[in-house]
């Protein structure tokens, strides 16, 4: 299974970025994704779940209103893309993000067993 996130940059505070999840493998499908982001100096904060089924779960109150996630399942179920579409976005949303990909993931844990990304880098200006 590969991880890869992309679509981040830098973007001036009240702008948008949508952010992509790209999950490969076999039966790709079967896998619940969490978003996370990162600041240096800080601990590592979850942002947004969607199960394998696609209940969607939020872990902050920080995004409320402003981030949303959606997926993309490919027919022959090899490549699955969750995006993570950011609005109104203000500098204390500068941070690497990173998404993680757990089999039959339940987002009401933690994931020990998580395929993880490299992360995309997103810069708001103020």
């Known amino acids: 299974v590969q991880v890869v996130e992309s679509g981040g940059g830098l973007v001036q505070a009240g702008g948008s970025l949508n952010l992509s999840c790209t999950v490969s493998?076999?039966?790709?499908?079967?896998?619940?994704v969490k978003w996370f982001r990162r600041v240096p100096g800080k601990e590592r904060e979850a942002l947004l779940c969607m199960h394998r089924h696609g209940a969607i779960t939020a872990y902050t109150d920080s995004i409320k209103g402003r981030f949303s996630i959606s997926r993309d399942n490919a027919r022959d179920r090899a490549k699955s893309t969750l995006y993570l579409l950011t609005n109104s976005l203000t500098f204390e949303d500068t941070a690497m993000y990173y998404c993680a990909a757990d089999w039959l993931g339940d987002c009401s844990k933690s994931w020990d067993g998580a395929y993880w990304g490299q992360g995309t880098q997103v810069c708001v200006s103020s």
């Open positions: 493998g076999r039966n790709s499908d079967g896998y619940s």
